[in-house]
């Protein structure tokens, strides 16, 4: 089972909480093992916006496979943000030194920070309290102007909506980019922004579009992309000829055929493989290629 734990403070934004929990929940209501869970230090939690939350205060037993998410909360400066017991900041530093995943929305990075996580790591966090997060935190590497940042089991991210575009990523990278789309669909999130950023999902930044054909299409692309899918196939699918296919698909996905979507897919998916210990052999494989040569070519595009 996968826990997800947020660590709600006075003054969280609420949808710093609501953005990331909807997408684990509806991500939940599709059959993936999610379990929500929050925990203050003291209940009710005043919200930004007015609305009083419950939180337990007792932490859950959580393994490797478990998330903390750490909303945020409303800032002037950091510095002048809310009291952090030592236990809440305990429990960040030792579920990720058991191997558990850690992550903050907006100015939630500051409670990353004083936990010590950001030291030597990349970090994002809201625009206006960049520059005070990295002189609050000179260990850091702050990335400024993305929408989150992924180093060593430690995810920041901007806030605000970027905390659905955090979840949405995590999905993916747990459960593959066909689980994600379900998701994003169900949620009506489209609009991905910050294609250049590399951790950001190839297929949520070719999502930005409303066409449904293109839409259907991509969904058999995701939830297939390790298999050989031929234009003609895939053009009967969804009920158009090929040559429209073509051309809807290169309009709604800035230039993208179906091939070069596939291929950008088993690419991500293989480099989150090699980065977890496989053999570019292994990868290839796995992902669909029948050797690694396309593999390796693809990489050298993208180095």
Excluded: K
């Amino acid at each position: 089972m996968n826990h997800i734990v947020f660590l709600l403070v006075p003054g969280v934004h609420l949808l710093d909480l609501a953005g990331p929990a909807q997408a684990f929940s509806t991500a939940a209501d599709f059959g993936h093992p999610y379990t929500l869970g929050y925990v203050a230090e003291r209940s009710p939690v005043p919200s930004a916006q007015g609305l009083p939350l419950t939180a337990g205060s007792d932490w859950p037993d959580l393994g490797p496979d478990d998330l903390i998410v750490v909303p945020g909360w409303r800032v002037g400066t950091l510095a002048d943000g809310p009291v952090i017991g030592a236990g809440s900041l305990d429990a960040l530093r030792e579920h990720h030194a058991r191997g558990g995943t850690v992550a903050s929305i907006c100015a939630g990075a500051e409670a990353l920070g004083r936990a010590g996580l950001l030291d030597g790591r990349r970090c994002t966090t809201h625009h206006d309290v960049q520059d005070e997060l990295a002189r609050r935190h000179p260990g850091a590497v702050v990335v400024r102007d993305v929408l989150f940042t992924v180093d060593d089991r430690v995810v920041t991210s901007a806030g605000i909506a970027s905390g659905i575009d955090l979840a949405l990523y995590l999905i993916a990278a747990r459960h593959g980019p066909a689980a994600a789309a379900q998701v994003a669909r169900d949620m009506v999130v489209y609009a991905r922004r910050n294609g250049h950023e590399p951790q950001n999902s190839a297929m949520l930044r070719h999502r930005s579009h409303l066409d449904d054909t293109v839409h259907r299409a991509q969904d058999l692309i995701d939830s297939r992309f390790a298999e050989p899918l031929p234009l003609p196939a895939l053009a009967s699918a969804v009920g158009v000829s090929e040559r429209t296919l073509t051309r809807l698909f290169s309009r709604a996905t800035g230039g993208l055929t179906p091939l070069r979507y596939q291929q950008a897919l088993r690419l991500e998916r293989a480099e989150h493989l090699i980065s977890h210990g496989s053999t570019v052999d292994a990868a290839a494989r796995s992902v669909g290629f029948e050797d690694a040569r396309m593999l390796r070519r693809l990489r050298a595009r993208t180095a």
